[in-house]
Each structure stands twice: as C-alpha cells, then as structure tokens.
C-alpha cells in the first residue's frame, strides 16, 4: 500500500516499525531508551511518536528527509534543545530519565557526547583542545593529560597525522581533520554515547571515509547515533537504521533490512531516492 508522504498518520503501518530484532527486543544490553517523546518549539510539534531503544556498541543511524525531526530527536537525547524547545516523554539512559530535574546536566552531557555538523574546534591548539575539558573536571597532571590525549587521538584516527606538532593551531587543520579532533575532544572525557549530527556534511569523500573508518572502529567502546542524509553512508556503517517523517520515527530495524526489505512503503520510496 502506497502512503501519501504528506499525510501526517499513515495508517496502521506506523505500528509496522517496532523493533523486530530480536537484539534489541532483549532490554539488558538497551543503553538508551525513548518513551512518547514530544518536543514543541512554541506551538509547532516537531516530533512526535518517536519510541526507540538502542542497544549498547552499535551505531544507528538516523535518516529521512529534510523537516522530519531526526535533528530535534538527536539533540533532545543530551537535553542539547533546553532553552529552545519543549520536551515532553521519556529519555531513558541506563534506566534514568535524562530530564529529571535532579539530574547534573554537564555529567550527563559527559556520558552522552556530541559532535556537530561542523567542525568548531576551539582556536586554541590541537593539545589544548582536549585538556580544556580534562582540566576543567580537575585533572592537572601533564602526564595523565599526555596519555590521554594520544589515547583520544589515536581513537579518532588522527594521531599520526598530528602527533608531532600538537601546538599546531586546531584551526591550521583540514575540515576532515577538525572534526577527528572534534570527535577526539568528545572521547577523552570517556562518553558511553556518542551524537553525531550530519558530522561528514561539509567533508570531502575522502575525509568522510575516514570520519567512516573511524566511527566503525568506535563503536567497540561507545554508542554510535548519527543523522545522515547520505544513505550509501547509513548502509556502509550503521547496524541499525531508524526512518523519520513528519516528526514520527516511522520505521526502525536492521540496517540491512531497511535497505532492502523495509515494511513501510515511504521508507523504500526514501531509500530508493524518490524523495528528500
Ligand atoms: N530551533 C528551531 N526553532 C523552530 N523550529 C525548529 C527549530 N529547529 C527545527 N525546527 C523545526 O522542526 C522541524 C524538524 O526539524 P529538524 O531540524 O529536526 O529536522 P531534520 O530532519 O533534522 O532536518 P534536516 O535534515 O534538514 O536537518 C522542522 O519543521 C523545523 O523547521
């Protein structure tokens, strides 16, 4: 059955996307969790019906077309739309709801990292970009911040590139390059997740094969959620794939499976490059 794209409640087939793997039906390795998430800016409701689990050492990756709500999802998961939209639900992250007012929000943001469409580096040097936040949780010694810091370079794939000049001015590096750093600056504080918003859109191919390589030898230690308007990307890095319209999570399974076998007519017409 066809479905009108504009229609914001496409019929029984919105039931159609649950979770069908039975990896993520199993709830002990779920890191986190949505539950009837609404968000609002002013009276507009820019997401609706966006129930999720992802499960932990995965990447997911989040696709759709342009409007459908997978920047306003991804950003409320670290509470990143405080201040600017309204959040209602639940975010559950091991159990705990993000949104309680209890919650330490830099702690928080700590354990679910973020990287941005565009790399933004601080213009400081490669160095100070990561000890900043390391210095600013208290740890002073250079020897520790040393370690840590070829650790978190190494991790984002872009020590050997740099690690004879880390006075070098973050700025003096490529696109591709900051946002390895950025990627750098973002595991050094050792998140359990990690938010990518569209972060290879102002990359080269050959800096986002590498930003690719790099995100896939991540997921071993953190969980990968990352928007994506290209799907050759989805398809080569993500394990698992959650189609957004209208504000709604319409279809969410396999990666593979949205690929080739989706359920839901408009996630193939998407993924067939009908529509964007
Ligand atoms: N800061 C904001 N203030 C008001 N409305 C917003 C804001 N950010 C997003 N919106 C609206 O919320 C809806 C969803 O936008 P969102 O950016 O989440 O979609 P998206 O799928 O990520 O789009 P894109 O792929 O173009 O980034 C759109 O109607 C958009 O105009």
């Given amino acids: 059955m066809l479905i009108n794209p504009t229609s914001p409640h496409p019929g029984d087939q919105w039931l159609e996307r649950n ?3 039975p990896s993520l039906k199993n709830d002990t390795n779920i890191i986190l969790e ?27 990756a989040l696709i759709g077309p342009s409007g ?50 565009r790399p933004n580096p601080f213009s400081k040097s490669i160095y100070e970009n990561i000890a900043f936040a390391l210095r600013r949780r208290g740890m002073n010694d250079k020897q520790q911040l040393d370690e840590i810091i070829e650790t978190s370079l190494k991790q984002a794939a872009l020590w050997d590139e740099v690690k004879d000049d880390l006075n070098k001015s973050a700025l003096a590096l490529s696109g591709g390059q900051q946002q390895r750093l950025c990627i750098a600056r973002a595991v050094a504080v050792k998140p359990d997740i990690l938010l990518l918003d569209e972060p290879a859109s ?25 928007v994506t308007h290209n799907m050759q990307q989805a398809a080569r890095i993500s394990d698992y794939t959650a189609f957004f319209n209208l504000g709604r999570a319409l279809e969410y399974n396999v990666t593979s499976k949205i690929f080739t076998r989706p359920k839901v007519q408009l996630t193939n017409n998407y993924v067939a490059g009908d529509f964007g």
């Fill in 202 to 226: 102002a990359l080269d191919p050959v800096s986002t094969g590498k930003l690719e390589e790099t995100l896939t030898q991540l997921k071993d230690q953190y969980t990968i959620i990352i």
């Fill in 19 to 21: 979770i069908v793997d």
């Fill in 68 to 117: 459908s709500g997978k920047s306003t999802y991804l950003r409320s998961l670290n509470r990143m739309n405080d201040g600017v939209a309204r959040v209602t639900g639940q975010i559950l992250y091991r159990g705990v709801d993000v949104n309680q007012p209890q919650i330490d929000v830099y702690e928080m943001r700590r354990r679910i990292g973020m990287v941005f469409q």
């Fill in 34 to 60: 949505t539950k009837d998430l609404h968000v609002y800016y002013g009276d507009h409701e820019a997401l609706h019906e966006g129930d999720l689990k992802f499960a932990e050492h995965q990447i997911t």
